[in-house]
């Protein structure tokens, strides 16, 4: 089978009915690049830039990070990058940078929270993402948004930064594209104002579907209590479809459950078109939506969503759609 999957590295990823589907793949370390050639993948939809910072037995200056950015944007050989500032705190732990004992680490100081209460250690990251990206595109996003104003906080930091270099006739990046993570719950309710101030959203189930159930992401006593293709979830996702379908928004979801054929069906049909998923999944995704027509399982995948008859599980309904479609 993996024969097979390589044998698919290079087939463009088109539905049964001529839908363009991007697949992109995560990464967060240089050992990651080769894949991105080896998969077929379309770009890097998550670079995890916490990663070097959790390796480093110190804080990794700026300079660090540039040469960083700079060979991962060298070895993606123009295909794109999209960075996602610093996810430290919850189950990303960096140890030089001590934070005190939290009694709810997953919902503490952690992400873009720590960020903004650090402008100089995000500074130095955004200037660092500017001169690594100088004369190319630079796409950062930001992780664990929770109102729409920390957005606003870090463009005007950014704004500084951008400032700064110009002053000293340092090359910008010839583009500029900003986005979120939707990952907690309080965006559901700020979706028009968000995609008013981005330009791309990308969804990070792995904590929309912790902070929506209330189910610990790494506690495996309760993370396979509900089910990420079960009705709530998937209707939470379709929302956040039709919302940017409705401002025009482009939209991408990197969380686990992209590299799973039968999820990555799932997100297909509510109509997701772009994904990112580890390396490995992109051969197995894309054999799936070789053989599916996108039309017709939304339709049908609508009506079960829609569906609150008791008893018929989404995820069954899915495994049979597979098997006979
Ligand atoms: C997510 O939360 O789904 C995500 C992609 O980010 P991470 O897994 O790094 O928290
Ligand atoms: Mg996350």
Known sequence: RQEQFRALRDVEPLTKDGKRITLQMNAGLLVDLPQLADSGADGIGLFRTELQFMIASTMPKGEEQESFYRSVLRQANGKPVTFRTLDIGGDKVVSYFRAQEEENPALGWRAIRLSLDRPGLLRTQLRALLKACSGAELKIMLPMVTEVSEIRAVRELMQREVQHLSKFSHQLPKKLQFGAMLE?????????ELMAEVDFVSVGSNDLFQFSMAVDRGNARVSDRFDNL????????????????????????????????????????IGF???????????????????????HLSAELNAVLDDDTPGVSVRDWLVRYAETN
């Open 273 to 295: 078109r772009s994904i990112s998923m580890s390396p490995t999944a992109i051969g197995p995704v894309k054999a799936m939506l070789l053989g599916t027509d996108v039309t």
């Open 230 to 269: 079960g009705r709530p979830f998937l209707r939470i996702l379709r929302d956040i479809v039709r919302a940017a379908d409705r401002n025009k928004t482009s939209l991408t979801l990197c969380g686990e459950m992209a590299g799973k054929p039968l999820s990555a069906l799932a997100l297909l049909g």
């Open 184 to 192: 907690v719950p309080a965006l559901l309710w700020q979706m028009d």
